[in-house]
């Protein structure tokens, strides 16, 4: 046999591992973001899909929405730093308020890249209406 008479199937990408992947919600292949979520560099997006051409960007300030998806994903991890904290051990009194907020701002901010990425992944996938998969064909 060979491939022209039995094409490799591309693998099938589920809807969490693109997310997580950061892969394109159209084809599920190409790559949204072109470097890392944590590193040296800044995270870059990119402005098409390297696969299949699908403009990310729907519209002008399209991703200022992202911004909002970002501020529930703080609040949420703030929520649960703090109830982590208490549950730990430390005492809920206003004595120990600035050690509450150290370690809230130092976790969202050790965060921000991972907000950053996901919050847009998160629009993309599951707040853009119309915007659905198309798995390449074979």
Known sequence: ?????????????????????????????????????YGLKMQKMNLNCPHCNLKYEREPGYFYVAMFVSYAMSVAEMITIAVAAYIIGLPLNFEHLWYYLSIIFAVVILLAPFNYRYSRMVLLYWLTPGLNYDPPKS
């Open 1 to 37: 046999m060979n491939n022209r008479e039995h094409p490799i199937q591309p693998k099938y990408v589920s809807q969490w591992d693109g997310v997580i992947q950061a892969k394109c919600p159209r084809c599920r292949i190409g790559k949204v973001f072109s470097g890392p979520a």
